[in-house]
């Protein structure tokens, strides 16, 4: 019986796919449904010459960006459902998943996978894989059939 789901996003395609499955599963075990998306932190750019924005007001612009997308995003997928929080914080996405699931006392997160492989996986990680590997919830982690 799952009574608190993390669901994790990155607003692609895939998290849109998986989104239907945690919705689905908070509907049926009427359950608190968590959506957190996590603002990778940027590059500082504070030693660079950028002379039209100060490195204070991208991050509050990136930050609205993604408030605004999370808001999108359940309005869209999920507007009827009353057990919705949403969270928009900035770090390193698994880092942060696992930590925002810990302090709801989640019985579940949530994933949607991009399905790289080779070079691509390499390079770019895998944020799914990084909370299966350290997550001390238990993860659902759903592909997109492409």
């Not at 750019?45 to 997308?69: N, T």
Request: glycine share 6%.
């Amino acid at each position: 019986m799952f009574k608190t789901i993390l669901f994790a996003t990155d607003f692609s395609p895939s998290s849109e796919h998986a989104f239907r499955y945690a919705l689905s599963l908070a509907r049926k075990f009427d359950a608190r449904l968590g959506v957190i998306h996590v603002i990778n932190e940027p590059v500082d750019l504070r030693g660079f010459y950028v002379p039209h924005i100060s490195f204070d007001q991208l991050e509050a612009e990136i930050e609205e960006g993604a408030r605004k997308l999370m808001e999108n995003f359940c309005a869209k997928h999920g507007n009827d459902y009353p057990g919705i929080e949403t969270f928009v914080v900035p770090g390193i996405p698994y880092d942060e998943i696992i930590k925002q699931a810990q302090e709801m006392a989640a019985d579940l997160i949530v994933v949607g996978t991009h399905g790289r492989a080779g070079l691509d996986h390499v390079l770019f990680g895998s944020t799914a894989e990084k909370v299966v590997r350290k997550s001390p919830v238990p993860v659902m982690t759903i592909r997109i059939q492409e």
